[in-house]
């Protein structure tokens, strides 16, 4: 009677340490594949360096950065994403069947280790900006599977690696990691193409995000004011969020802040030049968008087999048809200066 007692005193305290689960379902807990650890490693990161990702709809790929033995951050890998829906724009409604676009924090609490959708992590969204502006929605998440109704959703296998990259950040102590959720690589090309758009101020408010990360390789620190996002450098302190519909106060000057409004400066003539010879764009969003990779494959195969990669065909393939009517052909690929670099 002892050993039985002892034997299920330790098969619970395993569960408490939550290094078991009653259904043997261990998907949370997989581990970081040896390559991306032999990646990991040879560009000067480790498993506990904090990490921030990046989301394109456009490129319909999704980037994970890590924090270097120098302090600043590089790319560590580049996944294509299955599918994503609505159109270019931020989300402003439940229902719209938009992917939100924005500046989000992720903290251990928004992983979902038993997502139906293999395994996911929520944007948060609405975040304090938004949830001021009024926008409504719920539980945007980053998935796995082919299918999206206001995610992103990525392969299984491809969510497994930045799920288990993000659990290690956080276990180590990262208190959220960032996510920047943008319409497509903030290049001058991409401005100068969108420039019609109607949700450029926006944009522009993004970038001046983006911008600020380019010039230091270091998260920024993300507050709002005026209905707007405000940055500031993430080598300095962070400042609470105040009233997000507040007057701004006037910004403190840093030689961050400096580089970014030089760099901001000089893309807009880039992008006056490139808007000068060529007319705005005209590609329309029937519903969302799908990596060209995958597109290919859905042209040739048929939606069943891109279930049967992505999900194991548990999971079908959401409006194939507007996927495979996704505008963005993958031509060109515009990056940042030195995005590419690491």
């Keep these: 009677m002892n050993l039985l007692r002892t034997a299920l005193l330790l098969c619970l305290a395993v569960l408490l340490a939550g290094c078991a689960s009653m259904d043997g379902d261990d998907r949370g807990s997989i581990p970081i594949p040896q390559k991306l650890m032999q990646e990991m490693a040879a560009k000067g990161m480790s498993p506990d360096d904090p990490i921030m990702v990046r989301i394109y709809k456009q490129e319909s790929e999704l980037e994970v950065w890590k924090r270097t033995r120098s302090g600043r951050y590089a790319l560590l890998k580049t996944y294509p994403l299955c599918r994503w829906s609505g ?9 719209d069947r938009q992917a939100p676009e924005g500046f989000y924090t992720i903290t251990r609490g928004q992983l979902n280790p038993r997502s139906q959708y293999y395994l996911s992590f929520n944007l948060g969204y609405p975040n304090e900006l938004e949830e001021a502006l009024g926008y409504t929605g719920s539980a945007l998440m980053v998935h796995g599977a082919c299918t999206s109704a206001g995610c992103y959703a990525m392969t299984n296998d491809g969510v497994g690696e930045v799920y288990a990259l993000a659990r290690e950040a956080l276990a180590a102590g990262q208190p959220g990691f ?67 519909l507040a007057p701004c106060p006037l910004p403190v000057a840093d030689a961050a ?18 808007a000068a010879a060529r ?12 990596h060209m990779s995958f597109r290919d494959i859905l042209r040739r195969s048929g939606p069943q087999k891109l279930a049967a990669m992505t999900s194991g065909g548990k999971i079908p393939v959401s409006e194939p048809n507007a996927a495979l009517a996704d505008p963005y052909k993958g031509a060109e690929q515009h990056y940042e200066e030195g995005d590419t670099a690491n």
């Design 87 to 95: 159109k270019l724009g931020p989300k402003t409604r439940e229902g």
């Design 178 to 244: 960032q996510v920047q959720s943008l319409p497509f690589r903030m290049t001058p090309a991409n401005m100068a193409e969108h420039r019609a758009n109607p949700n450029m101020p926006y944009w522009r408010n993004l970038k001046e995000g983006t911008d600020l990360f380019a010039v230091t390789r270091v998260p920024p620190n993300v507050s709002a004011c005026g209905g707007r996002y405000r940055f500031t450098s993430g080598t300095q302190p962070a400042q609470p969020m105040a009233d997000p």
């Design 257 to 274: 802040l400096m580089a970014a409004t030089n760099k901001q400066m000089q893309d807009e003539q880039s992008i006056a030049v490139l």
């Design 279 to 290: 007319p705005p764009a005209n590609a329309t969003y029937i519903d969302g968008g799908m």
